[in-house]
């Protein structure tokens, strides 16, 4: 990849296409590149300006692949030009899922085909490049027909022979039209056939469709089963949809849309409805009226938009079919409508005591349970691990949406039986209403969400309705923030320690500190209970100031009474990365400790890192020189760790445990995995794996070229005794 955004690369011809990848991120760019070189002919650009000059000097592509967000330029508005200069070339963006809005309001006006949500699989990027160049071919071949029926109506213009001869000629040429007109056909009959999605073809002027053999199946019906009467199409979708549908069909046909896109339901031949995606366009006269409408329909579900293992939507297509919900809603304000956001309570333990295998179980059969509860019209999600959600459509008010709750409590909080064990389930639920008037889906599921945590710290097993009037949660954080303060005081704050292993000997090298709070009446209570309430008060500071001291003092008594020269990585929260008297603190508890710099890793995450980026590079700079160690924690889970990772001084890469724990299941992870350990060692950092669990995890990590890891596999974090104990007995 090239250094800077005025140059470009270009692969070896790998297939017919040409693909022009234009980000920001160098790295980003490698791993689209390295997705996409095999069956792609692809041109990779760091900027819009460097693309655009490369387009205006002749270069030409099939397909544009832009991330959404570049300095300087944005992806739409790049998209937007290459339409105007470029217009037959496909163009897709790489996007967050929080900019979806923005991204509809471009599709439906033609600036971009479809987008791409980040974090992308090569499966999945595979399948959206396909389809577009699928749909590409498509207006290819519709553009040769025209171009080759003009040419025909020229010839027959400027035939200027007798009568007799003219009609000759132009019965010739009629001819040699019509077997055009065949081949063309074939060609277009056998890109139907290689796509995967139906194709309908409407004439406005007779009211009749042609419905493709696959749109056909896709519903479960034979070529034969289903006429060429509109009726035979829209009587098939939910009647709930129906209404946005028309909405959107009738924009279209005004010209006020570009383009029709929508989601809905059709009835299935076996009685159920399936979530398709419809788009279509229309062939205009002079005066703007439509004489054809054509397009596709895409099976949902059969593009990776369901959990593998339940078989429930995704919260990407959750948030979709809340977003139609709402937008239908505001055509009627009697309807009404709410989203549960449902998590199994001490689920962990479960898979603790049973493992996970059994714990897949039980959350297929709890799934089952809940889509079982409620109606064809409701949607239910998995959103992986414990967390479901449920869209109750057409409510009468807020107590219908408590009676659901209660009719699906009834249903699966009964023991799961697995191998004759009995496995009790509990819920916490928390529900948002649309009597809020929400705008946007996922402020919507957020607020379910805030609500089901309200309820799981009650203990679990209960129910709570998100309210923003209510200030019950002010007065418990009012109260957290007093017992923080006090804990301190009291000296209720223990640091465990969690061995770090290297997977070369298998030997503990090293421990990460993590607090814990020993409350008087709670119990211990874990950091997640606490630290987000400690870092919104600013109390952060003096908690982490006390965790460092510890941390020193206590790897200091430890080498010394093991004969072990260990390291101990600290967590240096965002809150405090930013103060000036961070490195003063760092400093007073290694020389009150007497531990030597070299032993003490601050680990940082990388959101923390680049809220000022500037800054982090000249504080990071001045801990290098008292020759502490750097580690870039939770590191996978943003989009910008890549492009940061030479610009900032990191030791040690720490790849997130939601990677790792994935690695045995999902063969995609393990390749994310092995890109970012070869990434590391490529630029001489070490790597430490967290949540290493089985002996498998610990064998990929190895083969990969892993250094060190952590996790539940090795030991849990532990206090000081008990690993020194570990130490003593190795």
């Not at 300006?49 to 570049?70: E, P």
């Not at 213009?157 to 001819?175: G, I, P």
Request: with cysteine; net charge negative.
């Amino acid at each position: 990849m090239v250094e800077r955004d005025t140059e470009l690369r270009q692969t070896p011809p790998a297939g017919g296409y040409r693909i022009l990848l234009v980000d920001d991120e160098a790295a980003n760019l490698q791993l689209l590149e390295r997705a996409l070189h095999r069956d792609f002919q692809t041109e990779t650009f760091l900027s819009a300006d460097a693309a655009l000059t490369a387009l205006d000097k002749g270069a030409s592509f099939d397909l544009a692949l832009v991330d959404q967000r570049m300095p300087g330029m944005l992806g739409i508005d790049f998209l937007s030009r290459v339409r105007k200069t470029h217009p037959r070339m496909m163009r897709l963006l790489l996007t967050a899922y929080t900019e979806t809005e923005d991204l509809i309001a471009a599709i439906n006006c033609g600036e971009v085909y479809r987008y791409i949500v980040k974090p992308w699989s090569p499966n999945s990027l595979h399948v959206e490049i396909n389809q577009a160049l699928k749909q590409y071919e498509l207006e290819h071949q519709r553009d040769q027909l025209l171009e080759e029926l003009a040419r025909a109506n020229n010839a027959l213009r400027s035939t200027n022979v007798t009568l007799d001869e003219q009609v000759r000629s132009r019965t010739r040429k009629l001819a040699d039209t019509i077997d055009t007109l065949h081949a063309v056909y074939e060609r277009f009959a056998l890109a139907i056939r290689g796509a995967n999605d139906g194709l309908w073809d409407w004439d406005i002027v007779s009211n009749t469709i042609d419905f493709s053999s696959r749109w056909k199946s896709m519903l479960g019906y034979e070529i034969d089963e289903v006429g060429n009467d509109p009726s035979d199409w829209l009587d098939r979708i939910h009647p709930d949809d129906r209404e946005l549908f028309d909405a959107k069909l009738k924009a279209h046909s005004k010209g006020t849309d570009a383009q029709l896109l929508v989601e809905h339901r059709m009835l299935h031949k076996d009685g159920e409805y399936r979530w398709v995606l419809c788009r279509g366009v229309a062939l205009r006269d002079r005066e703007g009226q439509p004489l054809r409408l054509a397009g596709s329909q895409t099976d949902l579900t059969e593009h990776g938009f369901l959990d593998r293992l339940t078989g429930l939507p995704t919260r990407s297509v959750f948030l979709d079919r809340l977003a139609i919900t709402i937008e239908r809603a505001r055509r009627r304000t009697d309807r009404f409508f709410a989203v549960l956001s449902v998590d199994v309570d001490r689920f962990k333990v479960i898979n603790k005591l049973h493992g996970r295998p059994i714990g897949d179980l039980v959350l297929k059969e709890i799934a089952k349970r809940i889509k079982r509860t409620f109606r064809l019209a409701d949607t239910v999600g998995h959103f992986g691990a414990d967390h479901f959600a449920v869209l109750l459509d057409e409510i009468a008010d807020v107590s219908d949406s408590l009676r659901a709750v209660e009719r699906m409590r009834a249903t699966v909080e009964c023991p799961v039986d697995v191998d004759g064990c009995p496995i009790s389930i509990d819920l916490s639920v928390g529900i948002a209403v649309s009597t809020s008037g929400y705008e946007r889906a996922s402020d919507m599921l957020a607020d379910a969400e805030t609500a089901r945590r309200q309820a799981q710290g009650k203990g679990g097993r209960c129910s709570m309705i998100f309210d923003e009037e209510v200030n019950t949660r002010s007065v418990a954080q009012l109260q957290l923030d007093q017992e923080l303060r006090e804990a301190l005081v009291r000296d209720e704050f223990r640091v465990f320690f969690q061995p770090v292993v290297s997977l070369a000997t298998e030997r503990v090298v090293g421990m990460e500190a993590l607090i814990r709070w020993q409350h008087p009446t709670r119990g211990l209570v874990p950091p997640m209970d606490f630290i987000p309430l400690a870092e919104k008060t600013g109390f952060i500071s003096e908690i982490d100031n006390w965790v460092m001291f510890e941390a020193c003092r206590r790897t200091k008594e430890l080498q010394e009474s093991t004969g072990i020269p260990l390291t101990v990585s600290v967590n240096v929260s965002g809150r405090v990365l930013h103060q000036h008297v961070l490195i003063d603190k760092v400093e007073g508890a290694l020389r009150q400790s007497g531990l030597e710099a070299s032993r003490l890793t601050l680990e940082i995450t990388e959101t923390a890192l680049i809220e000022d980026v500037g800054a982090s590079q000249l504080l990071l700079s001045e801990i290098k020189r008292l020759g502490i160690r750097l580690a870039l924690d939770d590191f996978g889970t943003g989009y910008s760790s890549l492009g940061y990772l030479n610009r900032f001084p990191v030791d040690i890469i720490k790849v997130d445990r939601s990677f790792v724990s994935n690695m045995e299941n999902e063969r995609h992870t393990v390749k994310i995995v092995q890109s970012i350990v070869t990434l590391a060692n490529s630029l001489g950092k070490d790597v430490t794996a967290e949540g290493v669990e089985t002996q498998e995890h610990l064998v990929l990590l190895r083969d990969m070229g892993c250094q060190l890891a952590q996790g539940f596999y090795f030991s849990k974090p532990i206090p000081i005794e008990a690993l020194r104990k570990k130490l003593l007995d190795l």
